[in-house]
Nanobody, 115 residues
Framework: QVQLVESGGGLVQAGGSLRLSCAASGSIFSIVTMGWYRQAPGKSRELVASITSGGSTNYADSVKGRFTIARANASTMYLQMNSLKPEDTAVYYC??????????WGQGTQVTVSS
């Protein structure tokens, strides 16, 4: 089992920055990949960025050059979001995938970007 807790969401003006954090606990050394997903009202959940245990990263085209994903250690992951746009408004979820193939999710944190 892996437990995930997000923090750092909030309200920011367009062009501003936020940093999201995800704290993992439980079987953290079984985590293969961690990532951030987001879901806007009326839309499907989508991948924002992911990072493997080896440090390889992957970004959605819409956030490339603006967002940076990083892992401080086995239990902490960040998403630095710069040059935020109103279309980045969504609930952001931390995700982890473990060696036995299961996905775990955090409760989500709201990010609102005003124009």
């Amino acid at each position: 089992q892996v437990q995930l807790v997000e923090s750092g969401g909030g309200l920011v003006q367009a062009g501003g920055s936020l940093r999201l954090s995800c704290a993992a606990s439980g079987s953290i050394f079984s985590i293969v990949t961690m990532g951030w997903y987001r879901q806007a009202p009326g839309k499907s959940r989508e991948l924002v960025a992911s990072i493997t245990s080896g440090g390889s990263t992957n970004y959605a085209d819409s956030v490339k050059g603006r967002f940076t994903i990083a892992r401080a250690n086995a239990s902490t992951m960040y998403l630095q979001m710069n040059s935020l746009k109103p279309e980045d408004t969504a609930v952001y979820y931390c995700n982890s995938r473990v060696t036995w193939g299961r996905d775990y999710w955090g409760q989500g944190t709201q990010v609102t970007v005003s124009s």
